[in-house]
């Protein structure tokens, strides 16, 4: 059974430029969340996506938002970069809700320049 | 590979010692538990869970030790192998309610062969 997958792996922008990252779940799970990790904060939730709504979310600027497809895929987007949004960004599935054991994806590595 | 904790707590062990990972949680209604596994350039991968009914459980070579007087948990890793080097956390949540898991900082486990 193929993993969570993320993409792209690592990603280089500008301040004020707008990004966005992808992640596929294991099949069959329905609970999508995205994380954030830094060496300073650790990681920190986002948000979490079920049957293509947002079900909880994080303590993040409006500047991050999501969404989750049909198919539970999830892109996660982040308008107006700023120097701090550098992070490994993280996105977990799990069965059913953001509790159970999740599966993490490998992360996508954001810089901002 | 990169590293996801520049001041993270270290425990430097050697290979066959057993080691103990700390972690303390604050949220006194968390009732379910995880230990998650981060090597260089990976997501976090599950290892164990405890609920909070149990105060002991074991896996293959780990055991997690559950204090929901003192809040703490532990993650005890027998005969530590040089594959075991990576950062460990805990994950604390509830089953019901607002369930989102708080990861703690992480321990940063390092075995000399």
């Known amino acids: 059974k193929a993993g969570v997958t993320q993409t792209p792996r690592y990603l280089i922008k500008t301040r004020g430029q707008q990004v966005t990252l992808s992640c596929s779940p294991i099949?069959?799970?329905?609970?999508v969340s995205w994380y954030q990790q830094t060496p300073g904060q650790g990681l920190q939730f986002l948000f979490e996506y079920f049957s293509e709504t947002q079900r909880n979310k994080g303590n993040f600027p409006g500047r991050f938002s999501g969404r989750q497809f049909s198919n539970s895929r999830s892109e996660m987007n982040v308008s107006t970069l700023e120097l701090g949004d550098s992070a490994l960004y993280l996105c977990a599935s799990s069965l059913d809700r953001a509790s159970q054991p999740q599966h993490f994806g490998d992360g996508t590595r954001l810089s901002i320049l | 590979g990169e590293s996801v904790g520049l001041h993270l707590p270290t425990l430097s062990v050697q290979e066959g010692d057993n080691s103990i990972i700390n972690c303390a949680y604050s949220n006194s209604a968390s009732d379910y538990f995880i230990w998650y596994k981060q090597e260089s350039g990976k997501g976090p991968q599950f290892i164990i869970d405890?609920?909070?009914?149990?105060d002991k459980r074991q896996g293959q070579r780990v055991t997690v030790l559950l204090n929901k007087t003192v809040k703490h948990l532990s993650l005890q890793i027998a005969a530590t192998q040089p594959g075991d080097s990576a950062v460990y956390f805990c994950a604390d949540s509830t089953e019901g309610g607002s369930y989102i898991p708080t990861f703690g900082r992480g321990t940063s486990l390092i075995v000399h062969p």
């Open positions: 405890i609920r909070s009914n149990m």
């Open positions: 099949s069959g799970h329905r609970s």
